[in-house]
């Protein structure tokens, strides 16, 4: 009998304080949370986890020419059945559509505990999978 891998949470954000309370509200309903600060750095965790990160948070506006919307596509290239959410406190039309076209949640970046009851939504005890609340 093998043991399964609990899958984990991908936090990207690169605000250190802001990475930290999400953080926080993830662990509190016993996620696994892996973080980074930046697009690059978030796409390189995506491609290493294997299993696949059963949740991937990302922050929309970050440094680099890359955004939260491009490291959640990636993340949506490597695994569809992975749940993304697209933290932001600017809600501009194209972000929400390039966002929701992955299938992805739109959070308001000050809504740590939503991103918390979005994880504590699965069924598994292992993280959520596909779209929800």
């Not at 290239?77 to 390039?98: G, I, M, Q, W």
Request: charged share 25%.
């Amino acid at each position: 009998m093998t043991e399964q891998t609990p899958r984990r949470c991908l936090l990207v954000d690169d605000d250190d304080a802001m990475r930290m309370l999400v953080r926080l509200h993830l662990e509190g309903v016993d996620a696994d949370v892996v973080t980074a600060a930046s697009v690059p750095a978030g796409c390189e965790l995506v491609d290493a986890e294997d299993p696949s990160f059963a949740m991937v948070v990302a922050d929309h506006r970050m440094p680099g020419t890359a955004d939260g919307v491009d490291l959640l596509r990636h993340a949506r290239d490597r695994d569809p059945a992975t749940r993304l959410v697209l933290l932001s406190s600017h809600f501009a039309p194209e972000t929400v559509a390039a966002a929701e076209a992955l299938g992805a949640t739109v959070v308001d970046k000050a809504d740590a505990d939503r991103v918390a009851r979005l994880w504590a939504a699965a069924d598994d005890g292992g993280g959520p999978t596909g779209p929800g609340p």
